[in-house]
């Protein structure tokens, strides 16, 4: 992945170590993956998984979000249409604002996801497999490792 464009405002300890950041993937890029959620065997998905090689699965809506792994790693895909404030994530009482192109990791289980207003409206994301040891790294370059 991109974590190389990663700041160290996109680093946060409280309450709990967590990453939010939406700089980190070219919009172009971005906005052809996320034409294409209901393809992944397409061109661009194909392209995007031999480029990266890391495992994802794509999600319909942010209540799936699998908290059994080590680290958590997501990269919401808002709905076009959606213009609601999207503070839908709790992470240790600290609200998260669900925003297209937008990655939160963490490695907190601590995670509550709201029930949407407005069920029209999905609330996908990618899950990304996201090994310790690149999390680590990832800490270690802003002296934020535990």
């Given at each position: 992945?991109?974590?190389?464009?990663?700041?160290?405002?996109?680093?946060?300890?409280?309450?709990?170590?967590?990453?939010?950041?939406?700089?980190?993937?070219?919009?172009?890029?971005?906005?052809?993956?996320?034409?294409?959620?209901?393809?992944?065997?397409?061109a661009v998905w194909q392209e995007f998984d031999k480029?990266?090689?890391?495992?994802?699965?794509?999600?319909?809506?942010?209540?799936?979000?699998?908290?059994?792994?080590?680290?958590?790693?997501?990269?919401?895909?808002?709905?076009?249409?959606?213009?609601?404030?999207?503070?839908?994530?709790?992470?240790?009482?600290?609200?998260?604002?669900?925003?297209?192109?937008?990655?939160?990791?963490?490695?907190?289980?601590?995670?509550?996801?709201l029930e949407k207003k407005d069920e029209y409206f999905?609330?996908?994301?990618?899950?990304?497999?996201?090994?310790?040891?690149?999390?680590?790294?990832?800490?270690?370059?802003?002296?934020?490792?535990?």
């Amino acid at each position: 992945m991109n974590w190389e464009k990663l700041k160290v405002n996109h680093v946060f300890e409280h309450p709990v170590k967590h990453i939010y950041a939406s700089t980190l993937f070219d919009i172009k890029e971005y906005d052809k993956l996320y034409e294409n959620t209901n393809n992944l065997g397409h061109a661009v998905w194909q392209e995007f998984d031999k480029k990266y090689k890391t495992g994802f699965q794509l999600f319909d809506d942010i209540r799936d979000i699998d908290t059994k792994r080590e680290i958590i790693c997501v990269w919401f895909f808002k709905d076009r249409n959606d213009r609601s404030g999207g503070e839908d994530i709790i992470l240790a009482g600290k609200k998260i604002t669900y925003r297209p192109n937008t990655f939160l990791i963490t490695e907190s289980k601590d995670i509550k996801v709201l029930e949407k207003k407005d069920e029209y409206f999905r609330r996908p994301f990618l899950q990304i497999d996201l090994q310790r040891n690149v999390w680590e790294e990832i800490l270690k370059r802003f002296d934020k490792i535990a």
